[in-house]
């Protein structure tokens, strides 16, 4: 069964860092793309960044780019977002979600995690 | 971009009912676009890849057409359950962009 498990949310001032984990299990984890997408209180699905099987290409949405960036652990089968120059407007619950192939285009995401939240305070 | 247009952005229905929801892409994406419900609280889940194409263990129910830039999800005989609200998302390019949604409500 796979199994996405998302940690790291918070609480932080404008301006901090975070760091979010999402520990995967039941699937080959360098086989697949995997993406981080975000969903502020009230408010629809924005992705945010992703990351091919091999780590070696990354992509990121505008409103993150420079600020966020995205990576994964292939021996601790984890994927991360490392959050820096947080702003009000990246308050959100931000999901970790599994690709359906390798490449991140063309294709979708078959499995999420439950969420993490992720409160900066102005 | 590639900006994804839902219509209606909420619609009331009653178990039963037959409903159809739109997307329109901003360019035609070949049919590389998924459609996704999520309940209250929960995360997404995955019902139509590439356009028309059931994901395992969702109800025949739920089907979905289009092509170019022009997609339907349609929901047939609504059941409680269904009641959710609904994202459809383009991969044809970057950024991967979502619908506002659709909340389908009683």
């Known amino acids: 069964e796979v199994q996405l498990l998302e940690s790291g949310g918070g609480l932080v001032q404008a301006g901090g860092s975070l760091r979010l984990s999402c520990a995967v299990s039941g699937f080959s984890f360098s086989s697949y793309a995997m993406h981080w997408v975000r969903q502020a209180p009230g408010k629809g699905l924005e992705w945010v960044s992703g990351?091919?099987?091999?780590?070696?290409?990354?992509y990121y949405a505008d409103s993150v780019k420079g600020r966020f960036t995205i990576s994964r652990d292939t021996s601790k089968n984890t994927l991360y977002l490392q959050m820096s120059g947080l702003r009000a407007e990246d308050t959100a619950v931000y999901y970790c979600a599994k690709d359906s192939y390798l490449a991140i285009l063309r294709n979708y995401f078959d499995s999420w995690g439950q969420g993490a939240l992720v409160t900066v305070s102005s | 971009d590639i900006q994804m247009t839902q219509s209606p952005s909420s619609l009331s229905a009653s178990v039963g009912d037959r409903v159809s929801i739109t997307c329109r892409a901003s360019?035609?994406?070949?049919?590389?676009l998924n459609w996704y419900q999520q309940e209250p609280g929960k995360a997404p889940k995955l019902l139509i890849y590439?356009?028309?194409n059931l994901q395992r263990g969702v109800p025949s129910r739920f089907r979905a057409s289009g092509s170019g830039a022009i997609y339907t999800l349609t929901i047939d005989s609504l059941q409680p359950e269904d009641f959710a609200t609904y994202y459809c998302?383009?991969?044809?390019?970057?950024?991967?962009?979502f619908g506002g949604g659709t909340k389908v409500e009683i």
């Open positions: 590439t356009a028309s």
């Open positions: 360019q035609s994406i070949d049919s590389y």
């Open positions: 998302q383009q991969s044809f390019s970057t950024p991967l962009t």
């Open positions: 990351i091919n099987g091999g780590g070696g290409k990354t």
